[in-house]
């Protein structure tokens, strides 16, 4: 038989609850922008992180590799980004405080094509008109745009407040992606 509660346990219950459900988010985000991020090196795909803060891109690229010159590079299974993702701590924050979801390469503008490189002058679209062997998911310029200004970002929302699945349901809770 199930517990019965104090009504008056239920702000509390579901303060506990949602808090929870927006880390699961979270990480369900920084996963997915890990699988669509370019991969040359490797910097930049793991370098997605969630804080309490915001994120700051000071982390240096590791490695070098030139689009224009060499062979595409091979991407990692998204199980390892699962891996990353789901391995780190979750961040807890209050309902009204922000959760922040950056990444810490210091060429990440660059990346996300909202600013040109620091030493080169172009922007990550010149990589796609030049012909360079780019590689993120889908592989278009605007990629991050793709993702977080459509569907994509509420299905994996949808994913961290599934994940918690704690009886809190309602008639009106559509399946990720049916919107």
Do not use: C, H
Request: net charge positive.
């Amino acid at each position: 038989m199930a517990k019965v509660k104090d009504i008056r346990q239920l702000p509390k219950d579901f303060r506990k609850l949602v808090t929870e459900a927006k880390a699961e988010a979270a990480a369900e985000i920084q996963e997915s922008l890990m699988n669509r991020s370019p991969f040359w090196t490797g910097t930049f795909a793991e370098s997605w992180i969630v804080s309490k803060t915001e994120v700051q891109a000071t982390l240096p690229r590791q490695g070098e590799f030139d689009p224009s010159q060499d062979d595409t590079p091979p991407r990692l299974a998204g199980s390892i980004f699962r891996d990353t993702s789901q391995r780190g701590d979750r961040v807890y924050v209050p309902l009204k405080s922000p959760v922040f979801i950056g990444n810490k390469a210091d060429y990440a503008a660059f990346v996300i094509n909202k600013a040109k490189l620091k030493g080169e002058g172009i922007k990550y679209e010149s990589l796609f008109r030049a012909g360079a062997r780019t590689t993120p998911r889908p592989n278009v310029p605007n990629w991050y745009d793709v993702y977080t200004k459509s569907k994509e970002i509420f299905k994996d929302i949808d994913k961290g407040f599934l994940a918690i699945n704690r009886g809190f349901t309602t008639k009106t809770t559509k399946p990720a992606g049916t919107y």
